[in-house]
T-cell receptor, first 118, second 116 residues
Framework: GAVVSQHPSRVICKSGTSVKIECRSLDFQATTMFWYRQFPKQSLMLMATSNEGSKATYEQGVEKDKFLINHASLTLSTLTVTSAHPEDSSFYIC??????????????FGPGTRLTVL | AQSVAQPEDQVNVAEGNPLTVKCTYSVSGNPYLFWYVQYPNRGLQFLLKYITGDNLVKGSYGFEAEFNKSQTSFHLKKPSALVSDSALYFCAVRDRGYSSASKIIFGSGTRLSIRP
């Protein structure tokens, strides 16, 4: 089956530093990947849609200069949290879209990355 | 705009009893509907989905869900709960657009707690 990995699974950093999270589709190519953020005991909120070879599409209220997304290949998207602050601490989950034809596209989710900013 | 609601923050069930986790949706047209489960500090695991066909959908780990168009509901069910079913459950909806970037919208989640 389709597998999506994330690295690192857990990261702790100091306030003001930047952190990069990788999302990889291991056994399929994904022209589209999604980045979600989940606060404790809350649902997943879509942050942005990452498209291979083009700029990401950000949801309303998400700062594109704060959360840099790069989708440089068909199997890798990266999310960089720039100048991280404690309020950026969260669980970040990516998903990759497996294209199956009209109406049959399916998302597969990564295991998530726990970011803690001190 | 599409949306999905999970009216219960928490559901408590005794092991061996049937369980139901409720979900209602609001979309224009017919949606794709999903259930996912999340264990602590883990990503989402797919349980089942409704695309078309039979209203009763069977999924992983003995779970099933019933699509009810008139009530716009997609409740998750299991005949006999296990302690290991304790987790956070998300209902989700995606529209039937042909765009590859069709977004999945998640409900607020329901924490299922199964007591021995």
């Amino acid at each position: 089956g389709a597998v999506v990995s994330q690295h690192p699974s857990r990261v702790i950093c100091k306030s003001g530093t930047s952190v990069k999270i990788e999302c990889r589709s291991l056994d399929f190519q994904a022209t589209t990947m999604f980045w979600y953020r989940q606060f404790p005991k809350q649902s997943l909120m879509l942050m942005a849609t990452s498209n291979e070879g083009s700029k990401a599409t950000y949801e309303q209220g998400v700062e594109k200069d704060k959360f840099l997304i790069n989708h440089a290949s068909l199997t890798l998207s990266t999310l960089t949290v720039t100048s991280a602050h404690p309020e950026d601490s969260s669980f970040y989950i990516c998903s990759a879209l497996l294209a199956g034809g009209p109406g049959r596209n399916e998302q597969f989710f990564g295991p998530g990355t726990r970011l803690t900013v001190l | 705009a599409q949306s999905v609601a999970q009216p219960e923050d928490q559901v408590n069930v005794a092991e061996g009893n049937p369980l139901t986790v409720k979900c209602t949706y609001s979309v224009s047209g017919n949606p794709y509907l999903f259930w996912y489960v999340q264990y602590p500090n883990r990503g989402l695991q797919f349980l089942l989905k409704y695309i078309t066909g039979d209203n009763l959908v069977k999924g992983s780990y003995g779970f099933e869900a019933e699509f009810n168009k008139s009530q716009t509901s997609f409740h998750l069910k299991k005949p006999s709960a296990l302690v290991s079913d304790s987790a956070l459950y998300f209902c989700a909806v995606r529209d039937r657009g042909y765009s590859s970037a069709s977004k999945i919208i998640f409900g607020s989640g329901t924490r299922l707690s199964i007591r021995p």
